[in-house]
Antibody, heavy 117, light 106 residues
């Protein structure tokens, strides 16, 4: 079973870009759909989007103009970039592995990102 | 977006009880539904996929059913480790969406 680990800054200033990396171990990044999900304090779960090594990407339309998910096959990592952040983007961000039609079976532990000046 | 409605929001139960959670979607999603368990400070854990398929390693006291717009998750005999929040998630259409969760408490 693969393992995922998020990394990145825990504090981002408003209007700047949030950048997170998810390191994949035990799996090849050329398999599966690699996904980001976030959870705001006291709120539910929001799917941000996914990327597949074939180039297939899907984003949540609520974030689509600001979000990019990309894969680095040489490092077995994938990343999330979210531009022009506001306090509303403060959340715990999770990376996850999604199999074809079988849900998200592997999750990272989550990383808390606060947007504040 | 496909709206997900879970009920109840909170469920109080005791060890050994049989409990059922409900998830309803705003449009038909076939059987493209997953259930997750989340404990405080932890990532969600996949329990069920394709509406009724038990994820490897998940105890058999968990079962689920449904298709179309109405789905249920059942725990046959509650154990202390089961007290958590449970979320349903549809993956029939983009964006994927989650229910607001049902908190299972003692």
């Amino acid at each position: 079973q693969g393992q995922l680990q998020e990394s990145g800054p825990g504090l981002v200033k408003p209007s700047e870009t949030l950048s997170l990396t998810c390191t994949v171990s035990g799996d090849s990044i050329t398999d599966y759909y690699w996904t980001w999900i976030r959870q705001s304090p006291g709120q539910g779960l929001e799917w941000i989007g996914y990327s597949h090594y074939t180039g297939s990407t899907k984003y949540n339309p609520s974030l689509k103009s600001r979000v990019t998910i990309s894969l680095d096959t040489s490092k077995n990592q994938f990343s999330l970039k979210l531009t022009s952040v506001t306090a509303a983007d403060t959340a715990v961000y999770y990376c996850a592995r999604e199999g074809t039609a079988v849900g998200m079976a592997v999750w990272g532990q989550g990383i808390t990102v606060t947007v504040s000046s | 977006d496909i709206q997900m409605t879970q009920s109840p929001s909170t469920l109080s139960a005791s060890i050994g009880d049989r409990v059922t959670f409900t998830c309803r979607t705003s449009q038909s999603i076939g059987h493209w539904l997953a259930w997750y368990q989340q404990k405080p400070g932890k990532a969600p854990k996949l329990l069920i996929y394709k509406a009724s398929s038990l994820e490897t390693g998940v105890p058999s006291r968990f079962s689920a059913s449904g298709s179309g717009t109405d789905f249920t998750l059942t725990i046959s005999s509650l154990q202390p480790d089961d007290f958590a929040t449970y979320y349903c998630q549809q993956y029939n259409g983009f964006p994927y969406t989650f229910g607001q969760g049902t908190k299972l408490e003692i």
